[in-house]
């Protein structure tokens, strides 16, 4: 079955390049992870609050920008205000997978000092998709 | 001397000089000085972290800099897809203070710049520091305002390109 999880990944690569639905990107997390793994919500909540010793000697959260609330909006280090993450209350969010993947890229290396795996990324998504 | 017709003629020319010297620098406050990030592409994805700064900010090898150290933004990972920075690069280059479209306002920016220096801040140019000499350090510190980055906190119509006097609101906390 290994074999099948690329195959599987770059039969979604179209749909990695243009507007997708909120399932659409977490389905193509999912396949990227492997057959067997299931997102979960409650998984993606404790990775999103979790706090991480970084290398310089901060200590970096995702809610540091974010705020505890997915529902409320954030506010960059550079003070411009961030819209809300959840997609109940912003329906752009998660639509676009160029756009998902570049801030996974950017704020995995910014909080964690590494790249995200497919595994969290899934994760995070369904716990976002979860907030109502 | 005593008064005469052309001393008088004189006096008048004179008064006439300074008043519309007065006024064309008033006029040249007037103007955005800068102008507005009119790039779609360079506009979203520099605003979505920050201010959009003007191009005409910063000379052309300060922004080829900022550019090629994208994954490293002030200790941020601010990275996009080569064509992408590429496009960004273009118009930065083509629109920076040392540019073909630049303005007096900015060639004095440019010339204030060492020529083997590329800084990636305007706030550590000399001219910056020119214009805000009056601004005292505890002015700065206030939370309103935060950062020297932090243009809008004053300049209320800095993201059009506009940093007139007039414009000026300096939060009182």
């Not at chain 1, 099948?4 to 749909?15: D, K, N, S």
């Not at chain 1, 890229?105 to 994760?123: G, H, I, P």
């Not at chain 2, 140019?125 to 206030?142: C, G, I, L, Q």
Request: aromatic residues 6%; hydrophobic residues 40%; contains cysteine.
């Amino acid at each position: 079955m290994k074999p099948l999880a690329p195959a599987l990944a770059l039969l979604l690569v179209p749909v990695m390049t243009q507007a997708a639905t909120h399932e659409q990107i977490l389905v193509a997390y999912q396949a990227q992870a492997g057959s067997g793994f299931s997102p979960s919500a409650n998984r993606g909540e404790t990775f999103f609050r979790a706090k991480h010793h970084k290398a310089n000697g901060e200590i970096a959260t995702c809610m540091d920008c974010h705020t505890e609330n997915l529902k409320a909006t954030g506010q960059t280090k550079a003070h411009k205000t961030i819209q809300p993450m959840a997609p109940s209350v912003n329906a752009e969010r998660i639509t676009d997978p160029a756009k998902v993947e570049k801030w996974f890229r950017r704020n995995c290396k910014d909080v964690l000092d590494r790249a995200c795996t497919a595994e969290e990324k899934a994760d995070f998504i369904a716990f976002l998709l979860s907030i109502r | 001397m005593g008064i005469t017709f052309n001393n008088i003629l004189i006096l008048l020319l004179a008064l006439g000089v300074t008043a519309y010297g007065l006024n064309a620098s008033r006029a040249d406050d007037d103007v955005a000085s800068f102008p507005p990030v009119d790039h779609k592409l360079t506009h979203d994805e520099c605003s979505a972290c920050h201010m959009v700064y003007p191009a005409g900010l910063l000379p052309a090898r300060s922004w080829s800099r900022m550019m090629r150290e994208l994954d490293n933004h002030f200790g941020d990972d601010a990275s996009l897809a080569p064509q992408q920075a590429a496009e960004i690069k273009r118009y930065l280059v083509d629109n920076a203070a040392d540019g073909r479209m630049a303005n007096t306002r900015m060639r004095r920016i440019a010339a204030g710049i060492q020529p083997n220096d590329a800084p990636l801040r305007f706030t550590e140019t000399a001219y910056f520091h020119y214009v805000h000499d009056e601004v005292p350090n505890s002015m700065w510190k206030r939370s309103k305002i935060a950062s020297k980055a932090n243009c809008i906190a004053c300049h209320t119509r800095a993201e059009t390109g506009s940093f007139s006097e007039k414009e000026i609101r300096i939060p009182k906390e």
